[in-house]
């Protein structure tokens, strides 16, 4: 196969089939030098981007959202194509017909959609409720199967922020192939795929993945029309670098108009719009300055992609993330780097256009990347806070060249695996439940196996360990039965055809488990095992409280003895859910993440043996509890670091905070040293870290006079937020974080 | 029987003293007893926790993935020379482990032990306080020529150093102090000298062991004075040559 608009790429495998990671291992250029090359904005980009600073603005002061469309169901064709009036695009294509207006997408719960709409002072239409009268949501199809085991897990939040209400997301287009191959091509390959099932026996999973295809091929050619509408012909491949984003920005739109997910990953673009940006610089066809004015509109575009959700769902969320997750760097197995110019451009982004959360910029760290590279990543998370690290000497082993980041941490290869996006379980809490032998104080229900209260004097280490496997076991078993539920009922009524149509048709599939509240588990069972717990009954014969007698090591201290908790529990969880077969037979995998619901999982679990009062925050993701981290910053991140990846595949989140005073005296220090502390956290084979390096000062201020601090940007738990994005408790809790100083 | 250090803290991220990331560990014990000491709380030997060789040596070891670029271990205190004898067999496992050993202190004593653990140390943080023999003595209560015979002995066994000094306002924040400072230590292995400025965020350690701090009315350096005194030894290259 050949096409005109490869010409000067080098030939390869992937002119034979649709493998865009062969495109880029034989066409990529890695670059060793530094950012000097790099170009400011241009007037235009300015322009644009001030307009767009005040459309958000007039958004913030609507209480969060500009405006709705109530009476279209949000789809590939369902609005007037949208422009930016007044302003001259590069890169086309909105949500809706006008920026920031946001549509509606009742498949995951009409119920949501219905409630979102009031919340913010609109009313959904008649058109749309009555039409889904007649049509089941995914919501409704979980609902229908739900045992009262696992309603009740649900309503006291041991399991919480299931995907049963919302689009679950995590599914990563290769939104690439539109632009190497043409949409054409790609239908026709997934013509013949299903050209190919129809001799199999028809069967229920031959069935299932037939009309999975043909709804694939309808949002293709939905996907054409889309483009169509804003002069485009995307059924043949891209040309030059301006069509290649465009050609790729227009199937990640298609997918964030047809699904509301809770995480919409972009994958891994930069490197592979290199390849073109090489192309055109040697061709002429570009100027450095047009390459970064493309990556500057595009990102624009990405900034402004908006899904209407509830205000519960952002408490749980905070900050109306999209996790428009862009994975940057990292090696190919042939060690070679995969850095380019591109990925310069991008984190480039965040000077052009100023520090944002979105996309999601995720450096994936080697020891072998380029120097130059990692400095200047260290330099953009001093000035901007908005970079994560994952650690790809770690992942590359497993996940190949080309794998992305779907949300935060859960890596996958694009378009060959996806992902049954699963929450998380509350351990502090369920570990509460074992000691009350099934009864949970903060609703009074009666949840799992039935068992004497624990009430008899001092907490033997053994005997809560003990009591503790039965509920875990319990607890993994119901879990994975309404994981099985969920995404049986998702792929039924909200099923995402077009990223799907982006993907090979066979795909491999994990089903991802979460941990919440890991570092108080840890720390209640060492207190249990090394000082003395004893637990105060309440007058109906329930534990309510713990009184603790003496010191017992801390987690993030890298003490051993206390990490080594942290090991067993995580490892123990994982084997237990393997006991429980899944959908689809995918890949049971487990997350230590919590995004900010750290702070709604604290406030539904009692005090527990750590000393942790009840309702009071957990620690976020895989983090030391608040303030207990005391043996200094590199001792808090080698407990974290011991955390094994082999047990946790979908991710081990961790937010370092640190002052910059704390990295050195001045910029070549903290550079030099940040690189240093990347280097040596992730050579433990640690996976991820948020870097924020400010003052706590400066966070109180901000607190207190917001409107000084329009685009101040933290990382958070796996994503990065707008702060004044947060509200009051989680600003709060933010600013309780350890923040590492040297003295 | 078990060998033991007495340590006040130790903290795992230290940008600040000496090279790349270090491990600090400050040791109990001063004879000196500076008006801007912000480690009071170190000055009794013997008030902090007792170390056995093995502990510290096994937590300064764990975090080795972060000495690259030049890091290492710092020993501060306090005065860490108040224990020479018992941080010798451990600077001589850690240099067996590849360890770059930093030693940062005022230089006031003298004795074999030190000597021996002068030659496993491969950076000396000299903390001169003062260039002027009375005003050294009535700020510390020691004296500048213990801290120069110091000087003489890191010549003589060849030990690079780093100067240091607290810039403390009314005291020593005169230019012709830093630039008899910048004479007075000149020499080939001096790599650099660090004015660092005197702060008062251990004010509330004095205030802690119920002592009052003479010091506790001066303000801070601005950061223009710091840049100007340091401007003024900038353009001494690292080696005390006058660039021209």
Request: aromatic share 10%; hydrophobic share 35%.
């Amino acid at each position: 196969m050949t096409n005109t608009a490869w010409n000067g790429f080098t030939q390869g495998e992937w002119q034979t089939c649709i493998d865009v990671n062969n495109f880029i291992i034989t066409n990529r250029s890695p670059f060793y030098g530094n950012e000097t090359f790099l170009e400011p904005p241009t007037q235009r980009t300015t322009d644009l981007l001030n307009h767009f600073n005040t459309l958000k603005n007039e958004e913030l002061q609507r209480g969060g959202v500009l405006d709705i469309d109530t009476e279209q169901v949000s789809s590939l064709l369902s609005y007037e194509k949208g422009l930016i009036k007044g302003h001259r695009e590069l890169i086309y294509g909105l949500q809706t017909d006008a920026p920031l207006k946001r549509g509606v997408n009742p498949f995951g719960g009409i119920r949501m959609a219905r409630q979102a709409c009031e919340a913010y002072g609109h009313q959904l239409s008649d058109s749309i409720e009555d039409h889904f009268k007649y049509k089941t949501t995914h919501n409704e199809g979980v609902f229908r199967i739900y045992s009262e085991d696992i309603r009740k897990l649900r309503k006291s939040g041991v399991i919480t922020g299931l995907p049963d209400a919302y689009g679950r997301g995590r599914v990563i287009g290769d939104y690439r192939r539109i632009a190497l191959y043409g949409v054409d091509h790609l239908i026709a390959e997934k013509e013949l795929d299903k050209k190919n099932l129809s001799k199999d026996t028809m069967l229920e999973q031959t069935i299932q993945l037939s009309e999975e295809l043909y709804r694939q091929i309808d949002f293709l050619r939905k996907l054409k029309e889309m483009a169509l509408a804003y002069g485009h012909d995307i059924s043949v491949p891209a040309k030059n670098s301006l069509e290649a984003v465009q050609w790729t920005y227009y199937g990640y739109l298609g997918a964030i108009k047809e699904q509301n997910g809770a995480a919409m990953s972009l994958g891994r673009v930069s490197t592979f719009f290199d390849i073109y940006a090489e192309r055109d610089l040697a061709q002429g066809v570009f100027l450095e300055i047009d390459i970064q004015e493309i990556f500057d509109d595009f990102i624009i575009k990405l900034r402004m992609a908006r899904q209407l959700r509830t205000p519960d769902y952002n408490e749980l969320f905070a900050g109306d993330p999209l996790w428009i997750t862009e994975a940057i760097g990292g090696m190919s197995e042939d060690g070679k780097t995969l850095v380019t110019k591109s990925s310069f451009r991008f984190l480039h982004s965040l000077t052009n256009l100023g520090a944002a959360p979105e996309p999601n910029m995720t450096v994936l760290w080697s020891e072998d990347l380029p120097v130059a590279f990692k400095k200047y990543c260290a330099k953009q998370s001093i000035a901007t806070d908005a970079i994560q690290y994952e650690n790809d000497d770690l992942m590359r082993p497993i996940y190949g060249n080309d794998y992305g980041i779907a949300c935060c941490v859960s890596a996958m290869r694009i378009g060959k695996e996806m992902q049954f996006f699963g929450a998380r379980s509350n351990l502090p809490k369920a570990l509460l439940l074992a000691l009350n032998g099934g009864y949970d104080t903060m609703t009074g229900m009666a949840i799992g196996p039935q068992l004497p209260v624990m009430a008899d004097g001092i907490l033997d280490y053994e005997d809560v360990r003990a009591r503790l496997d039965i509920y875990l076991e319990w607890l993994c078993e119901q879990y994975v039965q309404a994981m099985n539920i969920i995404h049986y009922m998702h792929d039924k009524y909200a099923y995402e055809k077009l990223q799907m149509a982006l993907h090979d048709t066979e795909v491999h599939r994990y089903m991802a488990f979460g941990i919440a509240g890991l570092s108080v588990l840890v720390d209640s069972l060492s207190a249990i095992k090394y000082a003395t717990v004893r637990p105060v009954i309440d007058d109906q014969g329930y534990i309510s409280d713990f009184n603790v007698v003496g010191d017992y090591p801390m987690y993030g201290n890298d003490l051993d003895v206390a990490d080594d908790i942290a090991v067993d529990i995580t490892t123990a969880f994982i084997e237990k859910l393997k006991h429980y077969p899944t959908y689809r037979n995918a890949e049971h995998t487990l997350s230590i993440l919590t995004i900010t619901s750290n702070v709604v999982y604290g406030k539904k679990t009692g005090a527990t043996p750590d000393g942790r009062k009840a309702e009071t925050p957990f620690a976020p993701g895989a983090n030391p509890m608040h303030g207990r981290d005391s043996n200094g910053a590199l001792a808090s991140l080698n407990s974290v670091a011991k955390i094994p990846y082999d047990a946790c595949r979908d991710g081990v989140s961790c937010t370092f905070s640190v002052t910059p005073a704390t990295l050195g005296n001045n910029e070549i220090m903290q550079t030099d040293n940040l690189v240093t502390i990347l280097d040596g956290y992730f050579g433990q084979q640690a996976h991820h870290v948020n870097v924020n390096v400010l003052n706590r000062d400066m966070l109180i201020d901000a607190m207190n006079h917001p409107e000084k601090y329009p685009t101040l940007t933290i990382r958070v738990s796996g994503y990065a937020v707008n702060f004044n994005r947060l509200n009051r408790a989680q600003q709060e809790e933010v600013l309780s974080r350890t923040y590492h100083q040297a003295l | 029987m078990t060998k033991h250090i007495n340590i006040h803290s130790v903290e795992s991220l230290g940008a600040l003293d000496g090279p790349g990331l270090r491990t600090v560990v400050f040791l109990t014990g001063c004879p000196l007893r500076c008006q801007y000491c912000h480690n009071p709380d170190t000055w009794m030997l013997g008030s902090g926790i007792d170390y056995s060789y093995e502990e510290l040596i096994s937590q300064v070891l764990k975090m080795k993935p972060y000495f690259k670029n030049g890091g290492g271990v710092t020993f501060s205190g306090g005065e860490p020379l108040m224990q020479s004898d018992v941080l010798i067999p451990i600077a001589k496992r850690l240099k067996s482990e590849g360890i770059h050993i930093a030693l940062d202190t005022a230089g006031v004593l003298w004795n074999d032990s030190i000597k021996a653990l002068l030659q496993l140390v491969d950076l000396v943080l000299l903390d001169v306080k003062h260039t002027d023999h009375t005003t050294f003595t009535e700020l510390t209560k020691g004296t500048l020529d213990d801290t120069l015979f110091f000087l003489e002995q890191l010549k003589k066994y060849q030990k690079p150093y780093w100067i240091r000094q607290v810039i403390v306002p009314t005291i020593n924040n005169v230019q012709q102090q830093v630039l008899t400072l910048e004479k007075m230590t000149r020499s080939p292995l001096r790599e650099k000298i660090e004015l660092l400025p005197f702060h008062k965020t251990g004010l509330y350690k004095w205030h802690a062991l119920g002592l009052a701090c003479p010091l506790e009315k001066i303000p801070e350096p601005t950061t223009s004075e710091m840049y100007l005194l340091s401007a003024l030894i900038s353009d001494t290259d690292h080696r005390g040559r006058m660039s021209s």
